[in-house]
């Protein structure tokens, strides 16, 4: 009788675990961009990374400081982003200017 309990109390926790996989993210967001460029980004809900698409090529970007709006970046390739707007630069087909999402 106690394992039919202590099965069900297992049963029961498992249905209130809240915690996310770390690699989940928002929709990606689509940016079109000057001159018909366009690129994707979804940023991971913890605020930490974004997963930008540009050019054909993918990149993983981490949360850096900045003074006003959001930066991401990994070695060349950076990503700025205030309200609707963007500038994504050293990626493949890039820079990618005067982006908003639409």
Same mark, same amino acid.
């Given at each position: 009788m106690r394992s %039919?309990? $202590?099965l069900a109390g297992l049963v029961a *926790?498992?249905?209130?675990?809240?915690?996310?996989?770390e690699?989940?993210?928002?929709?990606?967001m689509a940016y079109a961009c000057a001159g018909g460029k366009r690129f994707t980004a979804a940023?991971?809900?913890t605020g930490d990374?974004?997963? %930008?698409? $540009?050019?054909?090529?993918?990149?993983? *970007?981490s949360h850096e400081r900045s003074g006003s709006g959001a930066r991401y970046a990994k070695g060349p390739?950076?990503?700025s982003t205030k309200g609707d707007q963007a500038l994504l630069t050293?990626?493949?087909g890039g820079p990618?200017?005067?982006c908003r999402t639409g």
């Open positions: %039919v309990f $202590a *926790l498992g249905g209130c675990a809240t915690a996310m996989p690699d989940a993210t928002d929709a990606p940023y991971d809900l990374k974004a997963r %930008v698409s $540009a050019g054909g090529t993918s990149y993983t *970007l390739v950076e990503l050293g990626a493949t990618y200017r005067d």
